[in-house]
């Protein structure tokens, strides 16, 4: 019983390694793939950083430092699946928590196609001001609903040192498209009085 537990063990380690591992290569993929990137931040919870990924590899490392100090030579391989595999997932967390603010539009996660928006999709936006930077809620359209149901809203949270960088490129892709759709000054009095 004990020898299938250890294969069913192995199995789980494996296959756990081969998929972080092609996460962190779709990641990676995704990453390669964007184009003309103007700028990009971190945004995990641990100053920047993914925090389940970061905090899991922060533990396996301390573990695997207990085992080579006391010599446990059999866990050496286990320990390097696992130092592998918390490093993979580490690079992939990473890489999908930036923002990208592209020639393009918006990269909220490279890993999920419903977080990026084109400019042209963009209708409005709105800042937010926050104590550590400024929060830009955009209104935009999927292009594939009706015109009643086809709303949406991306949040993105800026940190300041990086508001004024942003700011000039929204403004320099938006605002021209959003005042020239602005609807005209009209005087009511004078139209009541005809």
Excluded at 67 to 83: D, G, K, P, Q, V
Excluded at 95 to 113: C, H, Q, R
Excluded at 144 to 154: A, C, I
């Amino acid at each position: 019983m004990e020898e299938i537990l250890a294969i069913f063990f192995r199995g789980v380690i494996l296959f756990f390694t081969i998929a972080s591992t092609l996460l962190a290569g779709y990641s990676f993929q995704n990453k390669l793939r964007l184009r003309k990137v103007r700028l990009s931040w971190r945004v995990g919870k641990l100053k920047g950083y993914p925090l389940f990924a970061t905090v899991f590899l922060g533990l396996i490392f301390v573990l695997s430092s207990i085992a080579f100090f006391y010599e446990e030579t059999a866990r050496y391989s286990i320990f390097l699946a696992y130092m592998w595999i918390g490093s993979m997932w580490f690079v992939s967390s990473y890489l999908a928590s930036k923002y990208y603010i592209t020639d393009y539009g918006i990269v909220k996660n490279i890993n999920e196609p419903s977080q990026t928006i084109p400019w042209f999709q963009i209708l409005d936006y709105v800042e937010y001001p926050q104590k550590d930077g400024v929060e830009y809620l955009f209104n935009y359209s999927e292009m594939d609903k009706s015109l009643t149901e086809g709303f949406k809203q991306l949040k993105l949270f800026v940190p300041r040192p990086r508001y004024n960088a942003v700011k000039k490129i929204v403004s320099l892709k938006l605002e021209n498209k959003i005042e020239g759709q602005s609807l005209p000054d009209i005087d009511l009095k004078r139209i009541q009085e005809d």
